[in-house]
């Protein structure tokens, strides 16, 4: 009975474990397909947009880069460092692409900071806030590597020794060596008569 009961017990687990696993598989695709789609639409957005004042120069952002007020950057939320951004100010149709180097604005309903000269480029240095549409462009992968191979001079860094030819500081050292030596001697020479007096006056 015991066995029969254990069997039934085994075949319960199994297929609750499977059915688990059918939920879970289900669950991340649909996971993925959201996420997916989601990226899709949140690929352009809309909304108000802010920047950084020209005092801010020399400040370290959230990636480890300094700021500089004509640099052609910004702050996000989502987006990685690195990332390429189309701005676009629909008022007067002037856009600029700007790099994600910070994180911000952390305010509700601005979705971009941009540095002084993005936002003088794009007219908005007068509102202070401007309704903006951002789009990513691209991306740069940080380091920033040269896309293609640079073709550098093959510098030997072989240490050849000059033949017949001693440095001043080997001179140096065996003079040095050279006067240690007779101090020695001299020393040894002292200490061996200084014990011949001692026998003879014994």
Known sequence: MRSEKWQLY??????ISRRALAVGILL??????????FSRI?????GKASF??????????ASGERLHHDSMTCAHRTYPFGTLLRVTNPANDKSVVVRVIDRGPFVRGRIIDLSWGAAKAIGMTQQGIASVIVEQVGYVQVPYRAPE?????????????????TPEWQALDT????????????????????????????
């Open 10 to 15: 085994v075949k319960r687990c199994a297929r």
């Open 28 to 37: 991340h695709f649909s996971f993925f397909i959201s996420h997916a789609s």
């Open 42 to 46: 949140a690929a352009q957005e809309s």
């Open 52 to 61: 950084y004042s020209r005092s801010a120069t020399g400040t370290r952002t």
């Open 149 to 165: 191979k640079l073709d550098l001079p093959h510098l030997s860094l072989e240490i050849h020794e000059p033949v017949g030819i």
């Open 175 to 202: 003079t040095f060596i050279k006067r240690q030596m007779k101090r020695t001697k001299l020393k040894t020479k002292m200490q061996l008569s200084k014990q011949q007096l001692q026998k003879l006056t014994k």
